[in-house]
């Protein structure tokens, strides 16, 4: 396993510490803390269920049937930065596809496809010989005699059910998806229900100063801010502080 980063801040800067949350999400399982939806219907599995520290929210979202990695903080400065599409933080998925594409269809998957709310940016998109993960509970569902083939996929987009939808218009439907880095973070060593805490060190938010003679208040530090912090996203996900011991995520009723 990679050694830890520790990104020290600017010289001459006060620092501030973020915590930031790796998790590996669970298959059928909400990336929020509570089921609004679950009405008088059976209730699904959500965050709270695997993870109980206080005051923390997710960094964009995973769909209920994906799996993989889902960031947590407390900052919400570091949770605009991180889900907001302008920062176009790179997510890497390892998808398994119904069929074997060929060198067409991944070639379309590179230069972009158009769906119907749009083309899409260029990907970059890779064979994948059988990786490293666990059966999933319960099993993909694969059909007799048609043969399947794992891919790399990175986007910088975060439309909705993306990935999905861009395997499915190149003629391979997607039978299981999973998100194995958010820019520079990396779900290494966290099995489903698991997380991790790690620290991101990032300079001081911008303050606000007047001139002392009643001239209009003025805000300062913040290119500077804008600067490292995206630094910092792109190239050092942070200090790793904990390996924490979750419990096993439940398989929802009526899985099948």
């Given at each position: 396993m990679a050694r830890p980063c520790h990104h020290a801040p600017l010289a001459g800067k006060l620092a501030l510490m973020s915590?930031?949350?790796?998790l590996h999400k669970p298959f059928r399982m909400l990336s929020q803390f509570t089921d609004r939806g679950a009405g008088d219907g059976e209730q699904r599995a959500t965050l709270a269920d695997i993870i109980k520290v206080p005051n923390i929210y997710p960094a964009g979202r995973l769909d209920y049937d994906s799996e993989g990695l889902l960031l947590l903080s407390d900052d919400g400065e570091l949770i605009h930065r991180i889900a907001h599409p302008q920062h176009k933080q790179p997510k890497t998925y390892?998808?398994?596809?119904?069929g074997d594409p060929d060198v067409t269809a991944l070639e379309a998957l590179r230069k972009?496809?158009?769906?119907?709310d749009g083309p899409t940016r260029p990907a970059k998109v890779r064979r994948l010989d059988a990786p490293p993960v666990g059966p999933r509970v319960p099993p993909v569902r694969e059909r007799r005699h048609i043969p399947t083939r794992w891919l790399e996929l990175t986007i910088s987009e975060g439309r909705n059910r993306q990935v999905r939808r861009m395997t499915a218009e190149v003629g391979y439907p997607t039978l299981r998806l999973i998100r194995v880095a958010i820019g520079a973070w990396r779900l290494d060593g966290?099995?489903?229900?698991?997380w991790r805490k790690e620290t991101l060190h990032a300079p001081a938010k911008p303050q606000r100063t007047t001139n002392g003679k009643g001239?209009?208040?003025?805000?300062?530090?913040?290119?500077?801010?804008?600067?490292?912090?995206?630094k910092n996203l792109h190239k050092n996900p942070g200090k790793r502080d904990t390996r924490a011991k979750s419990r096993k995520a439940k398989t929802p009723r009526g899985s099948r």
């Open positions: 915590s930031i949350y790796l390892w998808v398994q596809v119904e972009g496809v158009t769906l119907n966290l099995a489903p229900g698991e001239g209009k208040a003025k805000t300062t530090g913040g290119k500077n801010l804008n600067k490292q912090l995206n």
